[in-house]
């Protein structure tokens, strides 16, 4: 004979039991269309026997041309935060104290540093890949380049002249290296980066400096007052240009502006037709203070 | 009265069916078994579907459509966890894949099919997320294979594993983590699950690759294309090509130098001068102090995480700021448009911090390993140590020694990583009084 009380236990637990389900909550992630899904398959299993008829983008244009255009921010950047040193004390910050510098305006003129601006798309280079390296370095426990352009061929020598060891761990390469005290060693990228990876020094964890490896080396990286610069640009071909900052609040630090007249996309692009030897200014570009996260 | 009141119950043995029909519901589970699907990889899917500017609809149904878009076209190259699709420009074995996926059966004598399910799926999951059941209880969590990295290998660090060091991994396991060996299974057996981890991790790439194509290049309510050029030249060769490349791209291995004779212990007085200078190195220009410790205990740097971990560290990080400001920002004297971008980030927002806490394991650091303890994850030969110094152990923030590419320079030379080698080799053994004769060399109780 079963008491009320055991009962109600008993169908307690049960209703507990059902109620608890089957674990963790996971999301509902959408799932495939079978039919969909036959029918691309048999697209992508039929005899390729059919030449690829998507031409090469027709050579449109001659001659070289120049951007150029300054960045200021709109918004109230802050203090740069003092970093917490507390690896190698007796050697890190000690020349300078270290602060963050992943935002860095000019109190004089707002005009935002280390905007990279680089060309998406280009048909033709104008200039070989140098073979002479450039040099990536490292002192008081920082890099010397919060942003760093290179091409890809291009020789890094990436140097150590600090008194303690460092590792230089580059994001989106597998460059992953110990450099002793006062040493270096070369390093020749053979991938392009999409958008600019951070470097880091997994030793010193508050290290961090942006690298970008592009194949065409059209890339410019805004100074302290703002302004930026690229040369010898193709002319004559519809060219898109990508911007971004570390800092901002748009998807994969696309700085997006509000710009109708370049075609500025929330994608952080602009596109540009230049003629043969223009020098175009685009004169200020004002970054909207919620663009940039403070 | 047909149905008995509550207030009958007490009295009368119906009630032992009651708790018999709920019993039974409770140990049916959650309805029908449905066929294995494989998941989406969530947390990447959200990330690139951020949204930017105006859309025409609510953010959800947009990203809901691109990311099933991107479902059924990786069901198209590669089918389904029951049904494997090895296109012939994937470079996979359809026979070995066959042998590994579906539910567990076997049709001849003898002969097993669905190993992957058997042995791999309650940690690795159906999809090689690394987040099978099993997965939230293991220290360290079991490997993601969708991105494609690989610790424990014999190539050069942004290099792929050959089929050999998968299939090493499998057969002896992995020391010091809950990867058991696999030892037992036929050679033909290991052999198509290591080439079942090959297409998990090249479809995981292939989907990672379509959204971050999708990201950057569609805009709105474009499509996906679905044609060979796109999705098998652009998309699908570069990836299986790494793989392909991989068996080209071993490290060379330098001569063992004079005077280091791995036969014999670490501290062997053959292995003394070596093991000084390795010692040394150790303290120097190998670095290895910095974050193993001055006495090696893995003690020095230890508050970073692997790449794998990283990821979601980092999402969680975008996550949290992006909440906190819109929390912070006042919508009263919003334009109608400005309110709509508000309110379409907001819901991306409340979407993504859902998915990286119900689509992701917790995050956790990588300690740096104690080498105190003589266990080493990938593999105890001086070989394997050797490797592991030279390129540095690929996701995890351990850098290499040596040159990261042929003809590059190293942070010591070639020989010298043999002789830090043979001085990790007599770390257990060491014992130099500096730490005190009442506490052990071997912390086992230090977590």
Not at chain 1, 7 to 16: C, K, Q, R
Not at chain 1, 28 to 38: G, Q
Not at chain 2, 85 to 90: G, I, K, R, W, Y
Not at chain 2, 369 to 379: A, H, K, M, T
């Amino acid at each position: 004979m079963m008491t009320s009380s055991r009962l109600v236990v008993a169908l307690a637990l049960s209703a507990l039991a059902v109620a608890a389900g089957c674990g963790p909550q996971r999301t509902s992630a959408p799932v495939a269309d079978a039919a969909a899904a036959a029918t691309i398959r048999e697209g992508l299993v039929a005899a390729s026997s059919a030449p690829s008829v998507a031409g090469e983008d027709v050579v449109a244009g001659s001659g070289w041309a120049s951007l150029k255009g300054r960045f200021v921010f709109a918004g109230d950047p802050g203090q740069p935060a003092a970093l917490m040193i507390d690896k190698d004390t007796e050697v890190c910050g000690k020349v300078a104290k270290l602060f963050d510098r992943s935002l860095r305006v000019d109190a004089a003129t707002k005009g935002l540093a280390d905007v990279v601006v680089f060309v998406r798309k280009s048909s033709r280079v104008k200039n070989p890949v140098s073979e002479t390296p450039l040099v990536f370095d490292q002192k008081n426990c920082e890099f010397l380049s919060p942003v760093f352009v290179a091409r890809v061929g291009q020789p890094l020598d990436i140097r150590n002249s600090d008194p303690v060891g460092h590792n230089t761990n580059i994001d989106g390469t597998s460059f992953n290296q110990l450099i002793p005290a006062g040493q270096g060693t070369t390093y020749k990228p053979d991938t392009e980066m999409g958008v600019p990876k951070a470097v880091t020094c997994n030793i010193h964890p508050w290290m961090k400096a942006y690298m970008i490896l592009r194949k065409d080396g059209y890339v410019a990286v805004s100074a302290t007052d703002g302004t930026f610069e690229i040369a010898d640009l193709p002319a004559g071909e519809p060219l898109e240009f990508q911007v971004w900052h570390a800092r901002s609040t748009g998807p994969s630090g696309a700085v997006g502006l509000q710009r109708p007249d370049l075609n500025w996309t929330p994608k952080g692009r602009f596109q540009v037709t230049l003629q043969a030897d223009e020098s175009k200014d685009l004169g200020t570009l004002e970054v909207p203070a919620g663009a940039i996260g403070t | 009265m047909i149905t008995p009141s509550v207030s009958n119950l007490r009295h009368r043995p119906a009630a032992v069916p009651v708790v018999l029909c709920l019993a039974s519901l409770f140990m049916a589970g959650c309805g029908r078994t449905q066929p294995a699907s494989f998941r989406l990889n969530t947390v990447h899917a959200t990330k690139t579907t951020a949204p930017e500017g105006d859309l025409e609809r609510s953010w959800s149904s947009w990203s809901r459509e691109r990311q099933q878009q991107v479902a059924t076209i990786l069901e198209a190259m590669f089918g389904t966890p029951d049904d494997p699709v090895a296109l012939a420009e994937s470079g996979l074995d359809a026979a070995k894949l066959q042998l590994a996926a579906g539910p567990v059966r076997s049709d001849i004598v003898g002969r097993k099919n669905g190993l992957y399910r058997e042995h791999c799926s309650h940690c690795h999951g159906i999809s090689g997320d690394g987040m099978g059941p099993t997965a939230a209880f293991l220290n360290p969590y079991p490997r993601d294979y969708r991105p494609g990295k690989f610790k424990f290998k014999s190539t050069w660090r942004d290099a792929k594993p050959t089929n050999a060091d998968l299939v090493r991994v499998l057969h002896q396991g992995i020391a010091g983590t809950s990867m058991p060996s696999f030892a037992l299974l036929a050679p033909s057996q290991v052999d198509a699950l290591a080439e079942y981890v090959r297409y998990l991790s090249i479809r995981g790439e292939t989907e990672a690759a379509l959204f971050t194509y999708a990201e950057q290049e569609l805009s709105g309510d474009d499509q996906l294309p679905t044609t060979r050029e796109f999705l098998i030249d652009e998309v699908l060769a570069p990836i299986v090509e790494k793989w392909r490349a991989a068996e080209d791209a071993e490290i060379p291995i330098a001569a063992v130098p004079a005077g280091v004779d791995f036969s014999r212990p670490g501290d062997d007085p053959a292995n003394r001068e070596s093991v000084a200078r390795g010692r040394a190195l150790f303290h120097g220009d190998g670095g290895c102090v910095k974050c193993h410790g001055v006495t090696a205990l893995g003690d020095g740097q230890a508050n970073d995480y692997d790449d794998w971990n990283k990821a979601i560290v980092e999402a969680s990080k975008e996550v949290a700021g992006g909440l906190e400001a819109s929390r912070e920002t006042s919508t009263s004297d919003m334009s109608p448009d400005r309110l709509a971008e508000y309110r379409t980030r907001a819901e991306w927002l409340h979407a993504f911090a859902e998915v990286l806490e119900g689509d992701a394991l917790r995050p956790r650091m990588i300690p740096p390993r104690n080498l105190r303890q003589g266990v080493y994850r990938g593999g105890r030969r001086p070989l394997d140590l050797y490797r592991r110094l030279y390129t540095g152990i690929n996701g995890a923030p351990m850098p290499g020694v040596g040159p990261s590419g042929p003809g590059g320079k190293g942070s010591v030379s070639d020989a010298e990583i043999w002789h830090i080698v043979n001085y990790i080799r007599s770390l257990p053994y060491e014992f130099d009084g500096e730490l005190g004769a009442d506490r052990p060399m071997v912390a086992r109780d230090r977590f």
